[in-house]
C-alpha cells in the first residue's frame, strides 16, 4: 500500500461516517488525484501509516478510529490511543458471537423478548438495558437484522442511536 492509496482509503471512509457519501454504493472509489495527495501537508502521515499496516488491517484501523471520533485527524492515526481504539473495536468484533449468546441469555432474565421490545408509554425494555449497558449495542443490531423492531421503535418517536455500529451488519 502507497501513502496515496492510504490517503484514499482514510478519505472516503471518513466521507461515509460524515458525509452522505456511500462507500459501498460507490465501492469505495473517490476522485482524489495524486497530484492532490502529494500538495497536502499531512502526507507524510499517511506515508507512515502505508508502512505500518497492510491494506485490509487498515481499513478495520481507521474504521475503528472513525467511529471512536468521526473527526479525527490523520495525525491522531499514529497514537498510542488510536492504537489501543483498534484494538478494543477488534477484541469486540472477534467476540461477538460470545458477546450475542451472553446476551441473550441476560435478556431472558428480563422476560420475554416480545415484552422487552414492547413499546407502551415508556420506553422499551430492551432500550433501557442497552442504555444501562446490561445488552451490548452490537446485540441490539443483531436482533434488529433478524426482527426489523427499530422501525417501529422510531414510529413511537424514540431517539435510537446506534453510533454506526450498523457497519458490522455489512463487514
Known amino acids: ?14 466521507l461515509h461516517f460524515t458525509t452522505n457519501y456511500d462507500y459501498f454504493k460507490y465501492n469505495g472509489k473517490c476522485n482524489i488525484t495524486i497530484e492532490t495527495f ?11 501509516l502505508s508502512r505500518k499496516y497492510d491494506t485490509e488491517e ?3 484501523f481507521v474504521i475503528s478510529n472513525l467511529l471512536n471520533d468521526p473527526d ?8 498510542d490511543e488510536a492504537s489501543d481504539i483498534h484494538m478494543n473495536r477488534m477484541k469486540r468484533v ?3 458471537s460470545y458477546t450475542f449468546k451472553s446476551d441473550c441469555q ?28 446490561v445488552v451490548s449495542d452490537e ?3 443483531i436482533l434488529n437484522s ?6 417501529k421503535w422510531k414510529q413511537k418517536k424514540f431517539q435510537i442511536i446506534l453510533f454506526g455500529l450498523l457497519l458490522f451488519l455489512n463487514g
Open 1 to 14: 500500500m502507497t501513502g496515496y492509496e492510504a490517503f484514499s482509503i482514510y478519505h472516503v471512509l471518513k
Open 38 to 48: 502529494e500538495k497536502r501537508k499531512d502526507k507524510y502521515y499517511f506515508y507512515k
Open 58 to 60: 487498515y481499513k478495520e
Open 72 to 79: 479525527s485527524w490523520a495525525g491522531n492515526l499514529l497514537t
Open 94 to 96: 472477534q467476540s461477538l
Open 106 to 133: 441476560e435478556m431472558m432474565n428480563y422476560g420475554r423478548i416480545n415484552d422487552l421490545l414492547r413499546v407502551n408509554s415508556d420506553y422499551p425494555k430492551l432500550f433501557t438495558l442497552s442504555k444501562q449497558r
Open 139 to 141: 446485540s441490539i443490531i
Open 146 to 151: 433478524l426482527m426489523n423492531f427499530l422501525p
